[in-house]
C-alpha cells in the first residue's frame, strides 16, 4: 500500500515478519528510510495507509523511532527520549505535538541501552484508528 500526500514525502506499507534492522534494510535498498511523522496530518496519513495494509488484525508496523543507549527514557516528553532517525538532511522533527505521545505501555525505564519503537495499530473500534507506540 502506498500514500503520497499532496506535498512531502510518499508512506508504503509492506507486511513481514522481520526484525528493525531488516527493516530499516529494506527501506535502505528502495532509497527510502523508515517512517516518521511531525505532526497530526501525516499521522493521520500513515494510519490510514497502515489500516488499509492490515485489514482487521491488529499489526506491528516498525518506523525510524529509536533510542540510542546514551539516550535516557524522559517520561514528561511525547516520545519517552525516543526519536525520529533515518533522515539524512537531519529534518526529522526532535519535537513533536502532545498527541503523539500515546504509548500503549510505558518504555522500559534505561540510559543503557538502545531500543526501538513501532506502531501499533488494532481494528477500528468505530471512533477512528486504535494505535499507539510500543517499544
Known amino acids: 500500500a502506498v500514500s503520497c500526500p499532496p506535498a512531502g514525502a510518499c508512506f508504503s506499507a509492506h507486511l513481514a515478519n522481520v526484525s528493525y534492522a531488516e527493516a530499516r ?3 535502505d535498498q528502495r532509497r527510502g528510510s523508515l517512517a516518521w511523522v511531525s505532526g497530526e496530518p501525516e499521522l493521520r496519513l500513515l494510519l490510514g495507509l497502515l489500516a488499509k ?3 482487521p488484525a491488529p499489526a506491528l508496523f516498525w518506523v525510524g523511532l529509536k533510542r540510542n543507549a546514551s539516550a535516557c527514557t524522559h517520561e514528561e516528553q511525547p516520545l519517552r527520549g525516543f526519536s525520529w532517525e533515518g533522515v539524512e538532511d537531519g529534518s526529522a522533527p ?3 505535538p502532545a ?3 500515546r504509548w500503549l505501555q510505558e518504555p522500559l525505564r534505561s540510559c543503557l541501552t538502545a531500543r526501538c ?3 501499533h495499530l488494532a481494528p477500528d473500534p468505530g471512533d477512528g484508528p ?3 507506540w510500543k517499544e
Do not use: D, H, K
Open 130 to 132: 486504535n494505535w499507539g
Open 94 to 96: 526532535q519535537e513533536v
Open 53 to 55: 495494509a492490515a485489514g
Open 25 to 27: 534494510g529494506a527501506c
Open 99 to 101: 498527541a503523539l505521545g
Open 117 to 119: 519503537a513501532g506502531l
